[in-house]
């Protein structure tokens, strides 16, 4: 989904699905809980240690272009988004049930 959303122009949207795509998978086997009201920040902190170094930092680059697209409007490059969606097959895919 997240390279259809990048194909029909929604980058900041396909941003948005790596990112709950990437969170769920860790919920879903238990990596970490998460609680209302979690910032960025502290998805990023429950998941410190607990993935592989690669996973994390793949997860860190799809939160701060996240937070660079929402919150200060810097969308990263199509092509910089579909390296992120290669990154979330990688290290995310197998995770989800």
């Known amino acids: 989904r997240a390279r259809a959303a990048v194909a029909a122009g929604a980058r ?3 941003l948005g699905l790596l990112y709950a795509g990437a969170l769920h ?3 879903d086997r238990g990596v970490i809980e998460l609680h209302p009201g979690d910032t960025e920040a ?3 902190r429950r998941v410190g240690g607990r993935l592989p ?3 994390e930092h793949t ?3 799809v939160v701060r272009a996240w937070q660079a697209a929402a919150y200060a409007r810097r969308v990263p490059t199509a092509d910089e988004v ?3 969606c290669d990154a979330y097959v990688r290290h995310f895919e197998g995770l989800a049930a």
Request: aromatic fraction near 0%.
């Open 12 to 14: 900041v949207e396909a």
């Open 25 to 27: 998978a860790c919920v």
């Open 42 to 44: 502290d998805c990023l």
């Open 53 to 55: 170094r690669e996973a």
């Open 59 to 61: 997860l860190r680059d």
């Open 82 to 84: 579909l390296a992120m």
